[in-house]
């Protein structure tokens, strides 16, 4: 370096699922919460600190960044197709991390679901991507304890931030119907699916809220019809301005899981905050990151009553 001169700007790019333009505003409001409240909160606290990020998924962009950190690997776009890879990545994510790579990039990725315990196209992903990793960051300790089995390298765990104010819980009158809310990721219906089956049989009967990024109408028709007597469902689509005015009519969160799908094994405890935060009784299933708040909870798969 020349005297006086300036020192290179450090670079960051993320690699992001599901974007359907190239623009930062987009992550802030996505319904995918591993690129909201991780990738975006992220992308802004590097650029406070002077940081220059580049745009996500480096769309029409040659420059190559010091780090390049790896949301959630999700293979394909369900129902949308999105920005730049037809709605598959693999090929896309592949070439872009072996090529930066070999320009001396450095990956990390962050790995929210336990996926290199699966047994799908998600897992041979990370299997494959393993070696070209140099850091990992987990949401919880759970999560940290699943990763140090494949990864022995630096590791952070960085929870993730409260995005929702906080409302004081309302009380349920004699005689009035329970309200609650169910809001996540269509990729967690099934979970709602199964509670709608089972646990909720062993519940009053409720006005459910179901918020989410997309449920094909057929698809939703079926999951009303499986409700217990006296059960209503209505769907809306999921944003944080409707999740906050829905749980603001509310009294609990439905909040169900599997303590045996080794990809939330590990989940971080946002849902269970939030619902929290926004005066909701959680009804969730007892994962290890929702264990401090089990005084707060109704653990459902035990639930026979709420009153």
Request: charge should be neutral; glycine fraction near 6%; hydrophobic fraction near 40%.
């Amino acid at each position: 370096m020349t005297p006086n001169a300036k020192p290179e700007a450090v670079r960051a790019a993320w690699l992001v699922p599901n974007m359907k333009t190239s623009q930062l505003q987009e992550l802030l409001s996505t319904e995918m919460a591993s690129s909201r409240l991780r990738a975006a909160v992220c992308m802004e606290a590097l650029q406070e600190a002077g940081v220059q990020v580049l745009p996500p998924n480096l769309i029409d962009c040659a420059e190559v960044p010091q780090v390049l950190f790896m949301s959630k690997y999700v293979h394909d776009s369900g129902a949308g197709l999105y920005l730049h890879d037809g709605g598959t990545r693999w090929a896309y994510w592949d070439e872009t991390i072996r090529r930066l790579k070999s320009k001396g990039t450095r990956l990390v990725i962050d790995y929210t679901d336990h996926h290199w315990a699966g047994q799908d196209i998600r897992t041979k992903w990370y299997q494959h991507i393993l070696p070209h990793v140099d850091g990992v960051v987990v949401p919880s300790e759970q999560m940290e304890r699943n990763a140090r089995e494949y990864w022995k390298g630096p590791l952070w765990r960085i929870p993730e931030p409260l995005e929702v104010p906080t409302l004081a819980p309302r009380a349920l009158a004699a005689g009035q119907p329970l309200q609650a809310v169910w809001y996540g990721h269509n990729s967690n219906l099934p979970y709602l699916a199964r509670m709608v089956e089972g646990a909720l049989r062993h519940m009053p009967p409720m006005h459910i809220t179901v918020l989410t990024n997309f449920m094909g109408a057929q698809d939703f028709e079926r999951l009303k019809a499986q409700a217990p007597s006296g059960t209503t469902l209505r769907l809306v689509k999921w944003t944080v301005p409707a999740m906050v005015e829905a749980a603001s009519k509310a009294h609990v969160a439905l909040i169900p899981s599997d303590t045996n799908d080794p990809r939330k094994n590990g989940a971080s405890n946002n849902r269970a905050v939030t619902a929290l935060a926004l005066g909701l009784v959680p009804v969730a299933t007892m994962i290890d990151s929702y264990k401090p708040f089990a005084p707060m909870m109704v653990e459902a798969e035990l639930v026979r009553s709420i009153s």
